[in-house]
T-cell receptor, first 114, second 109 residues
Framework: IAGITQAPTSQILAAGRRMTLRCTQDMRHNAMYWYRQDLGLGLRLIHYSNTAGTTGKGEVPDGYSVSRANTDDFPLTLASAVPSQTSVYFC?????????????FGPGTRLTVL | GQNIDQPTEMTATEGAIVQINCTYQTSGFNGLFWYQQHAGEAPTFLSYNVLDGLEEKGRFSSFLSRSKGYSYLLLKELQMKDSASYLCAVRDSNYQLIWGAGTKLIIKP
């Protein structure tokens, strides 16, 4: 089934630990994005990648890093997790022809940092 | 700064019509999107407006006025399954989406 997958679905993590959230899409979209969603706030962009091999910083990049080695995968790494990184993380991709560059979202990862 | 405003919560009755408003102030404008998000799920695309006017898609319609920085999503013949949050997002001059906090729509029988 075409779309975006994320792993894990949920995770409880001790503060100070390193964590990588995985995101894979099979739609051959050029652009990919990582957002966090917190109660009462809109989705906030963490990092993005317009094409394989390039990445950029979004609104809230501190404490996070990304890589884009190929078109399909866009992992998000928390080098040393802190409680304020407790959130729901969504990966998205865009780049379909004729669809106004609409972003399509993965199912999300619910992360709790204790 | 950039800002997207939507009501936090709205309540409507099954079978009725509801209008969810969105006002925006952004650095540039390259289109406005509406997404639906059921609790615990991912946002899913509903509509896109880049020119002024009304876009109709089944029971859902979306309107845009660029001069007023205003959009609305109109939902007709409400069904219980329409209970969800509705997110407004504007694509700015950097081609990034700026998101509103969402409007939680509660449908009552």
């Amino acid at each position: 089934i075409a779309g975006i997958t994320q792993a894990p679905t949920s995770q409880i993590l001790a503060a100070g630990r390193r964590m990588t959230l995985r995101c894979t899409q099979d739609m051959r979209h050029n652009a990919m994005y990582w957002y966090r969603q917190d109660l009462g706030l809109g989705l906030r962009l963490i990092h993005y990648s317009n094409t394989a091999g390039t990445t950029g910083k979004g609104e809230v990049p501190d404490g996070y890093s990304v890589s884009r080695a190929n078109t399909d995968d866009f992992p998000l790494t928390l080098a040393s997790a802190v409680p304020s990184q407790t959130s729901v993380y969504f990966c998205a991709s865009s780049g379909g022809r004729g669809d106004a560059d609409t972003q399509y979202f993965g199912p999300g990862t619910r992360l709790t940092v204790l | 700064g950039q800002n997207i405003d939507q009501p936090t919560e709205m309540t409507a009755t099954e079978g009725a019509i509801v209008q969810i408003n969105c006002t925006y102030q952004t650095s540039g404008f390259n289109g406005l999107f509406w997404y639906q998000q059921h609790a615990g799920e991912a946002p899913t695309f509903l509509s896109y407006n880049v020119l002024d006017g009304l876009e109709e898609k089944g029971r859902f319609s979306s309107f845009l006025s660029r001069s007023k920085g205003y959009s609305y999503l109109l939902l007709k013949e409400l069904q219980m399954k329409d209970s969800a949050s509705y997110l407004c997002a504007v694509r700015d001059s950097n081609y990034q989406l700026i998101w509103g906090a969402g409007t939680k729509l509660i449908i009552k029988p």
